[in-house]
């Protein structure tokens, strides 16, 4: 399909006129991706604080002003209301709504995180070569809760969710080194072996996604998690908050090549 | 000197207790120290957001929550208020005084913003048996104001502020290497070369520092510098502010290794 080879902001302007509904996974070869979470202002600096404090699961890569809907910095000209085929509306805790655009719920109160996503951090892996399960085996990255805390702000806290890759340790040294490179998404391993050691019970039973098959001499290896933000900011339960539709994501005018240091 | 073994704590302590009130250089070698900034609550979530746009120039080592004194994650167990041997205090862009300590300016609306300072970034480039002009003449480093215009967020907007080293060109190519693995410390250069492309029209009249001498056959290597948060918060004249005098930096817990991803 062609919406491979398009530009963001050509796919963008489908999805605002309702033509792409679709998850969004394939779409812009080459360009970051990113979860989005929408918060009132009275909440927004301690969830920036919380973002700043946990760099590792919370990748942030565009924070929109106060009631503008614009992300300038990743997508100047895209409107955060529009460009996203489908959305989750969520009132203390609760999802209340589901939605093809946030015409009836924007206020001028929200500001919108943009936070990026496993899309970006695992093609730099599929390019060194490296075998990622999850795509082999065409199911969802296994996710898990940890018991490493998040280093809290303000009213957030709660516990690291990381997602899980199983590798041979030589790819496993590896994909330390390419993911090293990108810091601003996930950066380099949490924890490389057993799973006990950070707080997971049984490795065949994430908490989020589909469990990966694990071959002899293999051992799993964890990244933080892109989950871990939104998790943390539904659980106190804000009395207003907005997220994408899991698999429909923002797309950004950033390449992934842009988001690694090296 | 001994201070230069001591751990942070105790040195932190024996600035509280007034009996170390000198420059910073040179104590708990390995430890990062932090430029300071503080702000009421009405300008943090915007300032927040632009070290977040900004991230060369603003390396976020620590933010303290509304009111709070202590940089949880820096330094647990600090103090703000006592633990930096000179303040200076600005209401409307005017310094107004330089104290020793905040007891009679510290206000439940403040926050404390502690950035991370070139002193993390030039261990590594001695390590690497690179030499650092303004050390091995020992003056302070050359700074300039750049063409470069940092992303705005908010009322926060101004141009980037670049130190700049000269180094052989293979030298600069190893610097550009070695600092590239400290991405929250200033990371890789923002130039090389001609100063006129960044706005410099000369470069032996630094606009802050002091010159440092550029030999045949050498290139200017210019990075962001962590004058520039401090530069674009003062700019916009805020009614109450706090700063570190100039080379009383805080001692924070963290290693400079810490803050390498490679």
Not at 26 to 50: T, V
Not at 104 to 120: E, I, Q
Not at 180 to 207: C, E, F, L, Q, Y
Request: proline letters at 10%; hydrophobic letters at 40%; one cysteine or more.
């Amino acid at each position: 399909m062609t919406y491979s080879t398009m530009k963001p902001k050509e796919v963008r302007q489908l999805i605002r006129e309702k033509k792409i509904t679709t998850f969004t996974s394939g779409l812009c070869n080459g360009y970051a991706q990113a979860n989005l979470a929408i918060l009132p202002k009275e909440l927004a600096f301690d969830f920036l604080l919380f973002t700043q404090r946990n760099p590792k699961p919370c990748p942030v890569l565009d924070v929109t002003e106060i009631g503008c809907p614009e992300p300038k910095l990743a997508a100047p000209g895209a409107d955060i209301r529009y460009d996203i085929p489908k959305y989750r509306i969520y009132r203390y805790g609760e999802m209340t709504d589901e939605v093809t655009d946030l015409s009836t719920y924007w206020r001028d109160d929200l500001v919108a995180f943009l936070l990026g996503c496993s899309f970006s951090f695992e093609g730099p892996m599929l390019d060194a070569g490296l075998e990622v399960r999850h795509i082999t085996e065409n199911h969802n990255v296994p996710m898990y809760i940890t018991n490493i805390p998040c280093t809290p702000a303000g009213v957030f806290s709660g516990p690291m969710v990381v997602s899980m890759r199983p590798m041979k340790p030589k790819d496993a040294i590896r994909a330390t080194q390419v993911t090293s490179r990108m810091p601003s998404v996930h950066g380099a391993p949490i924890h490389i072996g057993n799973p006990t050691d950070i707080g997971i019970k049984d490795i065949s039973k994430p908490d989020f996604g589909d469990p990966s098959t694990i071959y002899p001499g293999e051992i799993p290896v964890f990244w933080a998690c892109g989950v871990t933000p939104q998790a943390v900011a539904m659980s106190v339960k804000p009395e207003f908050m907005i997220t994408h539709a899991p698999g429909h994501m923002f797309i950004t005018d950033l390449l992934n090549a842009d988001l690694s240091v090296l």
